[in-house]
């Protein structure tokens, strides 16, 4: 896979292969338009899960999911993310206060591909090697119906003109059609819309121009409704911005858990507020990188783990927030009255045990129907990290005692 660096290079050492049929020539490239767009695009947190859509190989067709899938490009700072990614156009008529291609930003010269352009670029690094498919979003200049039309257009050129099978993000606008989406439904894998913001009322604090009902909750619906009956081999997907408008970590749980049972959403992503020169908050003190970790780690507890909503809210503070230390640490603090035994404890009990998790749970349990687990070395080898469950677990009847146990 390639950053956004190495794809302009590869324009420019090898004009993306400009020898083979259908490729473009580097003449034809405008490399800084393909480097501000993909930097559009890199406070969107993308896919991690590869597509199920069924392919039938044949004669002509290119990038199958089934072999290649999606997630074999990371950020500088960790992040897994599916590539090309890049916004069609960077021009925009909301007003995002966070958002350097926002209306009111001085940011970005303005940039917009053609559907075929596009394609072409695309197709190009898919045969070099570069990337395995396609996030796509974009910016909203005049109508959002023209630019959802425009970028379903790409979509559909890859499908139908360059038989292009690979994985396909796209980015839903506010605001689009049903119609739209039924199509955006039926050609690609994962589609999403990013809520943002956890409440109508932070949505009117960061953005002036977008109903948070209307535009973004509705369509998502719209989505829901779409994947039922059409189906959608990835699902959908949002992505919340973490202390834009002084929220609550608690507020963004809540709306996480509407977003997964009444939107029917398959990931929700989280990405720290990035305060940006040139845009309305860019006075706003950015968020610490661990706040965003800390709301993955309490959705993973939601989603993987199966905590009970009652027990995720005793990793919040009085004032709604998390704090910087493992949420699973302070729940177990909480919840744990007294070490347990690994021989007798159930799965979902050991489960709240820092340092265990789903896997190491069960080859406990597989483990001491052949032979009762007596030392530290055993429960290492299952997968237990140790140093974190010690303090929770007893063997032969003794436990670790700390003075801070519960602190």
């Known amino acids: 896979m390639a950053n956004l660096d190495k794809i302009t290079r590869l324009a420019m050492e ?6 083979a ?31 199920k859509r069924k392919v039938t190989p044949s004669a002509g067709t290119i990038g199958f999911v089934e072999q290649a899938g999606v997630c074999h490009a990371f950020t500088p700072d960790g992040r897994c993310v599916s590539l090309f ?8 008529q909301h007003d995002c206060q966070y958002c350097p291609n926002a209306t009111s930003s001085t940011n970005s010269k303005i940039f917009s591909y053609t559907p075929e352009e596009l394609a072409k670029i695309t197709i190009a690094l898919y045969r070099h090697n570069s990337i395995e498919g396609l996030f796509l979003s974009s910016g909203v200049s005049g109508r959002e119906e023209i630019i959802m039309e425009q970028m379903l257009d790409s979509v559909r050129l890859l499908r139908q003109k360059y038989n292009f099978q690979g994985y396909i993000h796209l980015k839903i606008l506010p605001g689009t059609s049903l119609d739209h989406i039924k199509q955006a439904v039926d050609l690609v894998d994962r589609v999403s819309l990013n809520v943002e913001s956890p409440s109508k009322s932070h949505m009117s604090e960061m953005s002036h121009t977008k109903d948070y009902e209307c535009d973004i909750l509705r369509r998502q619906g719209y989505v829901r409704d779409s994947m039922e009956k059409r189906g959608l081999p990835a699902g959908q997907t949002t992505q919340f911005v973490v202390g834009a ?4 970590d608690k507020e963004i749980f809540d709306s996480m858990l509407y977003e997964y049972d009444e939107m029917k959403v398959k990931r ?14 860019e006075g706003r003190p950015s968020q610490p990188r661990w706040r965003e970790n800390k709301l993955y780690n309490i959705d993973w507890l939601h989603r993987v783990y199966g905590f009970e909503n009652s027990e995720i809210d005793l ?18 603090q909480n919840l744990i009255a007294k070490p347990l035994d690994p021989n007798t ?13 789903p896997i190491s749970a069960t ?5 001491r129907q052949k032979e009762r687990i007596y030392k530290r070395e055993q429960l290492k080898k299952m997968g237990v990290r140790v140093n974190h469950a010690r303090l929770f677990i007893k063997l032969n009847g003794w436990a670790d005692t700390d003075l801070g146990r519960w602190c």
């Open 315 to 332: 990793a919040f503070d009085d004032a709604g927030f998390l704090q910087k230390k493992d949420p699973k640490l302070t729940i177990a």
């Open 245 to 248: 408008s002084c929220e609550t």
């Open 85 to 92: 990614k890049t916004l069609y156009t960077n021009a925009c």
């Open 21 to 51: 049929p259908g490729m473009y020539d580097l003449n034809d490239i405008d490399l800084n338009k393909v480097k501000v767009l993909g930097e559009g695009t890199k406070h969107d947190t993308c896919a991690s899960t590869a597509s």
């Open 363 to 367: 080859n406990i349990v597989r483990h």
């Open 268 to 281: 929700a992503y989280f990405a720290a507020f990035s305060s940006v020169p040139g845009t309305g908050f």
């Open 14 to 19: 090898c004009g993306f292969d400009k020898t």
């Open 345 to 357: 404890a159930s799965a979902e009990e050991l489960l709240r045990v820092p340092g265990i998790g």
